[in-house]
Nanobody, 123 residues
Framework: VQLQASGGGLMQAGGTLRLSCTAS????????MGWFRRTPGKEREFVAA????????SYADSVKGRFTISRDNAKNAVYLQMNSLKPEDTAVYYC?????????????????WGQGTLVTVSS
């Protein structure tokens, strides 16, 4: 499965961005999907996850209430709506397909990873 992430860019604090990630085939529609992010010098960090049906979600505390993950299995796609952006949200964001149908916060539970899309939030 190949994943193509897009939607990153430069935004002022308080602004919004929507990230998209499309999988190359329908295999992903049977699996949970997630978004992670990485900043220089830091470990990859969990952001949000969604189960295979789109009925269950989980979020990192740092983004809860500001970010929303969703998916469209007909399009093999997962999205991350990011509102009220903060400078600390600046990172490369990666989408991933889980080994399991449910949600997971653990990167080791994800099998396929996209190439990343850079989000920069200025203060």
């Amino acid at each position: 499965v190949q994943l193509q992430a897009s939607g990153g860019g430069l935004m002022q604090a308080g602004g919004t961005l929507r990230l998209s990630c499309t999988a190359s085939r329908r295999t992903a529609s049977n699996n949970g999907m997630g978004w992670f992010r990485r900043t220089p010098g830091k470990e990859r960090e969990f952001v949000a996850a969604i189960d295979w049906r789109g009925s269950a979600t989980s979020y990192a505390d740092s983004v809860k209430g500001r970010f929303t993950i969703s998916r469209d299995n007909a399009k093999n796609a997962v999205y991350l709506q990011m509102n009220s952006l903060k400078p600390e949200d600046t990172a490369v964001y990666y989408c991933a397909v889980s080994l399991f149908a449910g949600t997971s916060m653990l990167s080791q539970n994800y099998r396929y990873w996209g190439q990343g899309t850079l989000v920069t939030v200025s203060s």
